[in-house]
């Protein structure tokens, strides 16, 4: 039964969704069904949030290895919750000075703001950084142009970081006017326009007619995996 | 997989990185001492005053007014000055206290500092400092994303629905409160039981909610996608085959750029067809497509490498201009920017 009735609101939620754009009247349904995926949306992060917290508070009591770092966690995680939804340090919108907390949560000078700056930012930008130095090194182990299709791939990807740079004007400037196309830079906008464009137009196709199918097999109830268990 | 015999044991290596750690800690210290130092921030305290005005239909608006006028609300914020400023304003006006040290935002760049060292140092390998750094990040994120998620989408959406007066004189002022709307203890209840996953009970509950979250994507995205990847990149592939220009001439370049994208859009999708066997024709055409998809992942390969390393180059920056005042390309630390301040000077000298 209860499966049943997932299934059955799993096709009203998605079916408003479809019909909006074909009756007028059915648009403000579609409306305020987004409203409430949002709400939904938005509280999947307090059920994440809350996961971490069961998760971490497990770790910490079992005194396992590594239960300092879930106390971190655990201190990091309050710490900005707490900042977060109190507006610790927000002063007053403009648009409305006598009323303390209509200010945002992430104005510059807020302990959230804070947090966000000199926290959440320098790490997770280093972290994307550091990528850099793998997929040097991964490249470097993996590109070998050993067929047709690994030449292409090494030769634009060449191209493109050459044609992007100013090493690319310095090592192929010296082309008479008549030849211009071939400089790297002009070579990197004519992988762009033309056979990029192609290339990602035919992916983006093949991404929007992968996501319909999987879209109405949902909806039908013949894909039920996300009703776990045997389905 | 077993480590080999050559690694060091794990006290050896506890020794090794608070070996490190000194020396940097060292290094950092002597650098502190030359010159003008390193890693301070500056503030200066922006005031504002507004005085509220009703308009005929009974709304207030707020208006910045002179400073200390009659009936004015005020609101004072700190906002970043460059060292450069600061010195400006000090050679205006010495034991100014108009732009001043910040004890919060200097600690904050270094622990940015901090945090960016720790995981730079994870290039050398695992460590307790990218430990300490990574435990932090994920609590932050968790805390970060769950409190913006409350007050961008639950306070507006849910709360300011079921209690529009309330939320209007705790947060949202502007907010056109109007009557209670009930629908929204529909996404209400939906949301309890997607949080009563987290006990023992929930799983057969949370399920409805799941139900809901999937059907009304799969219908959102089906539209958005279908509108704008199929039809509309459809569209922009019906190209002309033989291209005119103004003067009537046969444009060669033109016509072959959009034989290649037609020609190269068709061959990919003929690739990603696997209900045909890849033989003869259809074969030679996927083979074309997969040439296609090779540059387009060589682009894609490219770029990404760029901007990882474009985000490398701010971090660098960020550790010496911002931190260590090693370098100063905007000039922002050296007395070159008193005269480029001196405005600020004047107009300090003359509120003080």
């Known amino acids: 039964m209860s499966r049943s009735i997932a299934l059955l609101i799993c096709l009203m939620g998605g079916l408003t969704m479809l019909v909006s754009p074909f009756l007028p009247m059915a648009t403000g349904w579609a409306n305020d069904v987004t409203d409430w995926f949002n709400i939904l949306a938005a509280m999947a992060f307090v059920l994440g949030g809350g996961s971490l917290l069961k998760v971490q508070l497990m770790r910490l009591s079992a005194r396992g290895p590594g239960w300092g770092y879930s106390a971190l966690t655990l201190l990091a995680f309050i710490v900005t919750l707490w900042v977060g939804l109190g507006k610790v340090g927000v002063v007053a919108d403009p648009s409305a000075p006598t009323v303390a907390w209509s200010g945002k949560p992430d104005d510059e000078g807020s302990a959230f703001w804070w947090i966000y700056l000199y926290v959440m930012t320098p790490i997770t930008s280093t972290l994307f950084a550091v990528l850099a130095f793998y997929v040097a090194s991964a490249a470097f182990r993996a590109f070998r142009a050993k067929n047709v299709e690994a030449t292409l791939l090494l030769a634009t990807a060449f191209v493109i970081l050459l044609g992007r740079t100013f090493a690319g004007v310095v090592l192929t400037g010296w082309l008479p006017d008549w030849a211009s196309g071939l400089r790297l830079e002009n070579l990197a906008v004519t992988i762009m326009d033309v056979f990029n464009t192609a290339g990602n137009r035919a992916i983006i196709i093949g991404i929007a007619l992968g996501v319909a199918s999987t879209g109405i097999r949902l909806m039908l109830g013949l894909d039920r995996s996300y009703l776990g268990g045997d389905a | ?352």
């Open chain 2, 1 to 352: 997989m077993s480590s080999t015999t050559m690694e060091p044991s794990a006290p050896a290596q506890g020794k090794w990185w608070i070996g490190l750690f000194l020396v940097i800690a060292v290094l950092v210290a002597i650098r502190a001492g030359i010159g003008e130092g390193m890693g301070r921030a500056y503030v200066q305290t922006e005031s504002t005053s507004y005085a509220a005005a009703t308009d005929d239909q009974g709304r207030v608006t707020w208006s910045a007014v002179a400073d200390g006028a009659a009936g004015s609300a005020t609101i004072e914020r700190d906002v970043f000055r460059t060292a450069g400023q600061y010195r400006a304003a000090e050679a205006a006006s010495p034991n100014q206290q108009a732009i001043r040290f910040s004890w919060d935002r200097t600690i904050g760049l270094w622990l940015a500092a901090f945090f960016t060292l720790a995981v730079f140092s994870f290039l050398v390998g695992d460590n307790p400092a990218y430990k300490f750094t990574e435990s932090i990040v994920i609590g932050v994120s968790a805390g970060y994303w769950m409190a913006v998620a409350f007050w961008e989408t639950l306070v507006p959406k849910l709360v300011a629905q079921l209690a529009p007066g309330l939320v209007k004189a705790w947060c949202m002022p502007n907010l056109d409160a109007g009557a209670i709307n009930l629908d929204a203890l529909i996404p209400l209840g939906l949301g309890i039981m997607l949080l009563s996953q987290l006990t023992p009970l929930g799983r057969h509950v949370g399920r409805w909610p799941l139900a809901f979250v999937i059907g009304t994507f799969a219908g959102l995205k089906m539209i958005s996608h279908v509108e704008s990847d199929i039809i509309e990149q459809v569209r922009a592939t019906m190209l002309p085959l033989v291209v005119f220009g103004d003067d009537g001439s046969f444009a060669a370049w033109a016509s072959i750029r959009n034989l290649l994208i037609v020609a190269g859009v068709l061959c990919t999708l003929v690739y990603f067809v696997f209900s045909i066997e890849h033989k003869g024709p259809v074969g030679r055409a996927a083979r074309v497509g997969v040439w296609f998809l090779m540059i387009t992942f060589g682009s894609a390969f490219g770029f990404t490498v760029m901007g990882r390393i474009a985000l490398l180059a701010a971090r660098f920056e960020f550790l010496f201009i911002d931190w260590l005042w090693l370098i100063d390309p905007k000039g922002q630390r050296t007395m070159a920017a008193v005269s480029a301040a001196a405005e600020l000077g004047s107009s300090l000298l003359n509120t003080i």
